[in-house]
């Protein structure tokens, strides 16, 4: 069963059934190390078989139901090809399962979501698709990032479920639905009027714990509710204390033009520990990207000089999608130490006299 298809054209892209003429573009991306990483081609990836790939997508002339289909990523001109995009129709066209793959130089300018994005509108506007779904590698943060930029949800970790070779490994599972996508394109990106912090009341509490990162943010910041177990339970003060006093959370829910988007706990100087900690800080993956972030860090900068500190303390993890880089610009320096392999800044402050 055949399905008719037209070149997606978007801003900047032209989504096109692949050629002859893209073989040796083909080739030379999935060579790259970094490009095939996770992938489940095997290197060296070779000019037969790339040639063989796209022979066997020009004799389905094109998409049909449960094979693969592959068109390349080019600019508007169609001179130059940034990399391919698949996908593959099910249940009689009425399901899909999406896959891209862009050229290593080609990295970092949002062509992989703005093509993605373009194939979501025809899938589910022309081809009236009822799900869209991926699956990748757990360490594949790139690639989810282009799914979750596109408002895909994460729906599930499944073990030892994907084979490359003789290797074996987990899975992401992704999904994004025509209702999911009109919620995630309708949500506001714009900055909001009004920002204010406001202690966690038990009223509400129940959509404050539902706020969370993007999946691919997880491993950097502890869930909502654990913080708020923390609140209720606070850990005891490190060092050697002989009388092991508790720490003094300062919990905030970050309400954004009167909606909550996000939750910030800082760790309240003490007689023994005169030094705030920016001990949590998630921003709702619906609400990144509108200043939000920058906002309330200024506004947490505000609290820590009216306590009369000289100083504010935060740890991150290296990696992709790290909040490093974010505290690094608003003017935290690494101090040389680590905690748990995280790295410890320090913002200076200009102390301003102690609030009573």
Known sequence: MGFDFSVIKT???????????????????????????????????????????IAAMQTLAGPRNNEWWMLSIANLDDNIVYGDLSFRLEWSGRCATVGYSLARDHWGHGYATEALGGLLDWLFCVQRVTRVGATLHPDNLRSAKVLERCGFDFEGHTQNSFWSGDENT???????TPTRRHHWNSRPTSQPKKIELIEPYPTGLRDVVKLKPHQSQMHFVAPIAASLAQVAVPPFEEGDNPQQRRVKPWP?????????????????????????????????????GRGIGWNVLEMITEQVRNWGCESLLVSWVEGYGSPGPLYKRFGFEPTGETDHNEIIGRLRLTVKPLVA
């Open 252 to 288: 905030r829910v970050i309400h954004a033009d009167d909606e909550p988007v996000g939750f910030v706990m800082l760790e309240s100087p003490t007689a023994s520990n005169p030094h705030p900690f920016l001990w949590r800080f998630i921003i709702d993956r619906h609400h990144q």
């Open 170 to 176: 987990d899975d992401w599972i992704y999904g994004l």
């Open 11 to 53: 801003q900047r892209l032209l989504l096109r059934p692949v050629r002859t003429t893209d073989t040796e573009a083909l080739v030379a991306r999935r060579n790259h190390p970094e490009a095939a990483a996770f992938q489940d081609w095997a290197l060296p990836y070779t000019r037969e078989t790339a040639a063989q790939t």
